[in-house]
């Protein structure tokens, strides 16, 4: 059996207004301020599960989330940081992982 986790896509779409989001992000400076470090790839198919590899859509319609960049840390669901390697993303923080489900 399998969690819905881990079958949860991570194709993100980001909106342009808080009301429209599902989630509020903001990027830190730092991995170690992060809740999840994040890789972009470049293929819809390399963007499974819910461990930080997030494909960026062009349609709204398209996303499994919609999120808004916010300013300030304060503001934010969750904090992330984008890496340079596919291989350095995933959670730091866990206990935020269940916020990454389609609401």
């Known amino acids: 059996m399998f969690c819905s986790t881990l079958l949860f896509s991570q194709k993100i779409y980001e909106v342009n207004y808080k009301s429209q989001a599902d989630l509020m992000v903001h990027v830190v400076d730092y991995k170690s301020q992060a809740d999840l470090l994040v890789y972009n790839v470049d293929y819809k198919s390399q963007a499974k599960y ?15 989330l919609k999120i808004y960049y916010t300013k300030y840390k304060s503001q934010a669901d969750i904090n992330i940081y984008i890496v340079k390697y596919k291989s350095q993303a995933g959670w730091t923080d866990d206990s935020k992982k269940e916020l990454l489900k389609k609401k």
Do not use: E, I
């Open 50 to 64: 819910n461990n930080g590899l997030w494909f960026k859509v062009d349609y709204k319609s398209q996303a499994d």
